[in-house]
Each structure stands twice: as C-alpha cells, then as structure tokens.
C-alpha cells in the first residue's frame, strides 16, 4: 500500500492506539498521533491491558522510563496483541544500558513484534553487536546497522525501522530509505519516541513494512516544513506538530529512495 494512500486512510480511520510509553514522551507522543490524523491512547496500567488491549488498532511499547510493573503491563500487553492479531511497536530505548533493560527488551523481542524501530546503535546491540551508543542517543550511523536490521527482521518475522539523518527500514527482503528532516529534530527530546506511537497508528491501517516507510515519510517530510520556519529547537515543536497535520499524502514519495 503506497504511503500517500496509507495517510489519507489513517487521516479516515483514525485509529485507536494504545500507547505505553516513558513520562518524558507521553504529552509529546499523544500530540504527533493526534496532529497526524490518529487516537492515542496512553493506557499502561496491567489492571486495564486484558480490556483495553483488544479494543485497539495498534500497540505501541517503549520501554524509555522502565520499572518492573511497566515491564508486566508491556509483556501483557504484547501478548494480548498478539492472540487478537493486532499490530504492535517495539521502541527498545537505550536497552544497553542495563542488564534489567536489555533483558525486558530482549523478551518483547521474543514476541515477535510487528515493527521494531530504534536508532543505530540499539539495533545493532539488539542483534547482539557492539555499538556507540550513549544513553538514548546513538554513537553509530545508520549505514553501519542495516545488516544488523535485516538480520533482526528475518529471525523474528518484524519490520525493522532505523532512524537517523537518512532512515532505513527493513522487513529482511525489501528494504528502503528516507531522507529529508531538519538536524534540529534530535534537539527536542521525546520526538523519536513519538514516531514509534505514530507508527502503530500506520500499521493499524495498512501493512507494515509500507506503515514503517510512511511513518518515516511523514516525519521527515514534517521536520523539513518546520525547519523553514522554527528559530530553534523551542519553535520547532510547534512548528512540527503543524506541519505534521499540514502534510499531504501526496508529499510522501518524494522523500523515499527505493
């Protein structure tokens, strides 16, 4: 499914997605879902995931702000995903930086998700390589985590997303890059954790290796519009959510190296 068309069924649909994600990106990732087109749903209590859960278009997990009952309710959920079909995200923030974080991490991975998306650097450690990471940022570029993205896509049956100055997105067979987006976009904090809550609400509404590159699309399409007019990384935020709701579908392809 082309990613103009994705967009303008997601601005349609306007999926419900379940987003369990850190206390730093919360009010910024429900912000993007909303100006993108979609529902965003920040419910992560274990208590309400065997409810809530089956309800939902897409699950979104990120495991930024960890803590042992936040693990439960991300494994829970996964599951509950899972038995009813329903696509689900994995953002494995900085997983290398604890044996606890790697070990959730490493058990959501286990469960297949639909789409894995990260940095340079958490790919490659996901796929068991040494990588420059530092905290939530990435050491590594891009180009240097591809084979490692593709390895991870064929041994657990996931989309793999790679973020970066050019993204690439893999699902082991196909692949794709994206460019476009503004250097000030890794100045203001929770925007990438934001884009794996705006991919569930892609791959609530179409395939997911298409949902991954329409996200990325999106985003950087967005990023450039903001640039032309943020003074710094205060502004672009602003700016961004805009241009997140100004964007047409027809803006996407431009931006997409097959």
């Known amino acids: ?150 390895a991870i896509a064929k041994a657990h049956g996931s989309v793999v997303a790679v973020t970066g100055p050019v993204d690439f997105v893999t699902d082991g067979t196909q692949s794709a890059k994206v460019t476009g987006g503004s250097d000030i976009m890794p100045k203001v904090t929770a925007l990438g954790c934001a884009q794996t809550a705006l991919m569930g609400a892609y791959a609530a509404t179409g395939p997911a290796f298409d949902a991954a590159l329409a996200t990325l699309a999106h985003y950087k399409v967005a990023g450039t519009m903001a640039a032309q007019q943020a003074k710094g990384p205060g502004s672009f935020q602003m700016h961004f959510l805009d241009a997140l709701s100004a964007v047409q579908p027809d803006d996407l392809p431009n931006v997409i190296l097959s």
Request: proline letters at 5%; one cysteine or more.
């Open 1 to 150: 499914m082309a990613p103009q068309h994705l967009l303008a069924a997601l601005r349609e649909q306007n999926p419900l997605v379940q987003c369990i994600t850190n206390y730093v990106a919360m009010n910024v990732a429900a912000n993007v879902v909303l100006a993108a087109g979609a529902s965003p749903a920040m419910v992560h209590a274990s208590e309400e995931i065997a409810e809530f859960t089956p309800i939902c278009g897409a699950l979104t997990i990120n495991i930024g702000t960890l803590s042992a009952p936040w693990a439960a309710s991300m494994l829970a959920a996964a599951n509950a995903a899972n038995d009813k079909n329903i696509p689900w995200v994995l953002d494995p923030v900085a997983h290398f930086i604890s044996t606890y974080r790697k070990g959730v991490a490493q058990d959501l991975l286990a469960l297949r998700p639909t789409i894995l998306r990260g940095n340079a650097s958490e790919v490659l450690a996901m796929a068991g390589a040494m990588g420059a990471g530092k905290g939530a940022d990435s050491g590594d570029s891009v180009d240097a985590a591809e084979d490692a993205a593709r």
